[in-house]
């Protein structure tokens, strides 16, 4: 009989927990338990698990008693108060938090790219950044056959990653401008709906934002190299689902482009759409409630044979979020 686990989710009532609830389901993980926590004004709320309803709990220092997989997405001061007692009784915590992600300790996995840095942990596992996940997934084969030097990436980021205030926002927004109501901003610091902001958190001193530090940081420790120069530039779209990825690559071998195609579609978690003649390349709107990340619109650099463009669009609540941590648990009991 296949072992089953005493599963919590913290946060289950937000955006990326309720994707956590979802993938647990879609991908038969075997739960025995489901426990499902939330902040004190969610109590007693009823969520849908296959068949079952179970009634939320307030997260408290107490609530992991007896549980197995705690997976955490409800904010960073969250996960860094209350995974320690998740540990602390038997857990091992899978966080899609920022909190713990550059500890040296802590293991900050995509399974396709690093399944082995799993078992290295010390009771928490870490979630890259989903902006960061998806990129990985497109630049691994790259790195394995032909050596990459530099990234340069552009994002073109969904509301969804902010939780679900910021999609309440984007609806909220658009609706006021088309009837030509005003709207002052709650979440964003400018006007998301019909515009662009180039800030996704908050800036550093060296000019770039915090999530821009995370791609640039986090590559580098999920692919085990400190010399791959990135330089990412993120910026919030008034899309509800799917981040989208502008990547230039500048690799040690020339590039064929014939060849990283095949290289992509042997790739696990990648699928290739790549058919200019058709119009056909990933988009958003084609991104939501797919497990696989999509990469296209490939092409060699005009100048160069070692560099080349391409575009990568994930479902940033699944792939960039729920979907890798479920994935994480999964490799953590089959070993
Ligand atoms: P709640 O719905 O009770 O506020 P999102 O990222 O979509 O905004 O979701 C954040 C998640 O984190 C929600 O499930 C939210 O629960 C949860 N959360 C926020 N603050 C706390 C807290 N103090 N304790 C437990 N869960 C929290």
Redesign the pocket.
């Known amino acids: 009989m296949t072992k089953k686990y005493n599963v919590a989710v913290?946060?289950?009532?937000?955006?990326?927990?309720?994707k956590m609830i979802e993938t647990l389901q879609r991908r038969n993980f075997p739960v025995n338990k489901l426990k499902l926590?939330?902040?004190?004004?969610?109590?007693g709320?009823m969520l849908n698990y296959k068949d079952e309803l179970i009634v939320?709990e307030?997260?408290t220092e107490a609530s992991f008693e007896g549980i197995n997989i705690a997976l955490f997405?409800?904010?960073g001061?969250?996960s860094e108060k209350?995974a320690p007692y998740a540990v602390d009784s038997g857990a091992v915590v899978i966080d899609n938090t920022s909190h713990f992600r550059m500890k040296e300790d802590v293991p900050l996995v995509v399974p396709e790219v690093n399944p082995e840095d799993i078992f290295t942990h010390q009771g928490i596992i870490a979630n890259p950044n989903c902006s960061t996940i998806q990129m990985v997934l497109s630049l691994k084969p790259i790195a394995d056959h032909l050596g990459l030097k530099k990234v340069v990436v552009s994002t073109y980021q969904a509301v969804?990653g902010?939780?679900?205030?910021?999609?309440e926002e984007l609806k909220e927004q658009s609706s006021a401008f088309l009837n030509k109501e005003k709207y002052t901003p709650k979440v964003y610091p400018h006007t998301i709906s019909f515009n662009l902001i180039p800030q996704i958190d908050v800036f550093e001193e060296n000019g770039f934002t915090k999530e821009e530090m995370k791609m640039i940081n986090e590559t580098k420790k999920i692919m085990h190299d400190a010399k791959i120069q990135v330089n990412a530039t993120c910026v919030r779209v008034p899309v509800f689902v799917g981040h989208s990825e502008s990547v230039y690559v500048e690799t040690e071998k020339p590039i064929n482009v014939e060849e990283l195609r095949g290289l992509w579609e042997k790739f696990e978690g990648l699928k290739l759409i790549d058919d200019p003649k058709e119009q056909l390349y990933p988009m958003p709107r084609n991104s939501e409630g797919v497990f696989d990340t999509m990469v296209g619109r490939l092409r060699k650099d005009v100048n160069s044979d070692h560099a080349a463009s391409f575009w990568v669009v994930a479902d940033n609540l699944l792939k960039g979020a729920a979907l890798n941590a479920v994935q994480i648990a999964e490799k953590l009991i089959s070993n």
Not at 10 to 18: D, H, I, P
């Open positions: 913290v946060g289950a009532t937000g955006a990326v927990g309720q926590l939330a902040s004190a004004k969610s109590a709320k939320v307030e997260l997405s409800a904010g001061s969250i209350y969804s902010t939780g679900k205030k910021a999609i």
